[in-house]
């Protein structure tokens, strides 16, 4: 055996300035980023926090290269969180070594939380009415990852529904029309989802309400996103077809007695269209009957409301609409879902959903069932509720 030894002289790489990752935190700018604290006991919590805001006051001067928005990142998604954990927030160097300071003295503004699992949380993404006056400006400005994936939708959504989404999720009105309300909300939910991998946060399991499982769907891998684009922008667009078909109203009622009191008034124009949780309900239908039915509950004490919808989803009021959405969603090609899915759609929860165009025909017209998947949820996955909405 034999070999040559070499030696090799390595001039030392030239000096470069790093990468502008967006936006740097200011307290002029008021722009609060969070900053995680894990130990293996709440006092070795006490202790990782002085540690690391002694290090913060000797590398976080005003002269100093390093940034917050990384230092943010790296005990976010390059540190490993211990079993004990909390968080605090900060705008400046300054803030942050007096929030650490705080957490070494034992003065925690939010308590420590032992973890016993990683599963992650529940993601639940919201049905039509999360809308307001600019909800995506402050995102688009402070957040690469979600203006990249707004910008990846907007030529798509663009075409499909013949409006800039970029400029309706930053316009100082709220957005509005059912053709341009729900692809909004599905790329505002998309893309903050996107920011919010993007830190690391992982979802453990994944619900969505009526239009928002179009969202949920693509989050959980199921659909891809141009195929959950097709979804919301056809089947809004259709929708648009017949605004002014019924009416919708919150009532804090359950189901059952919500149902049991149609019966006894003999309303057949009128049904139950979200069970929202156990003890408030949405109902559809006929326009006048709706409305005879919340001047009867508001005379009875019972907190009733009309709902502001163009259509009323849910109910045998979107009937005309359905075989043409099953005729232009034919070519969508959905995947298992690669993260845990609860539909809200499906009577049976064990059931898994096909994604295919008959689902989406079904999560339209029939009664969202988000109250018991929601509990489902919770119970398997013993995690909190994240809403992917503005």
Known sequence: MSGTNVHAILEQAPVSEPAASGPELTPEAGGLALFPVSATSAEQLHVTAARLADWVDQNGNAGSRVSMRDLGYTLSCRRAHRPVRTVVTASSFDELSAALRDVAGDQIPYQPAVGHDDRGPVWVFSGQGSQWPGMGTELLVAEPVFAATVAAMEPVIARESGFSVTEAMSAPQTV???????????????????????????????????LGEAAAAVVAGALSLHDGLRVICRRSRLMSRIAGSGAMASVELPGQQVLSELAIRGISDVVLSVVASPTSTVVGGATQSIRDLVAAWEQQDVLAREVAVDVASH??????ILDELLEVLAEVDPTAPEIP??????????????????????????????????RRAQRRRQGGL?????
């Open 341 to 374: 899915y609860y539909s809200a759609t499906l009577w049976d929860p064990r059931e898994r959903p096909s994604f295919t165009g008959e689902y989406w025909v079904e999560n339209l017209r029939y009664t969202v069932r988000f109250a018991v998947r929601r």
């Open 386 to 390: 994240l809403c992917p909405v503005p």
């Open 176 to 210: 509005s029309g059912i053709d341009r309300v729900q692809p909004t909300i599905f790329a505002v939910q998309v893309a903050l989802a996107a920011a919010l991998k993007s830190y690391g946060v992982r979802p453990g399991a994944i619900i969505g309400h009526s």
């Open 315 to 320: 109910t045998p009021q979107v009937d005309p």
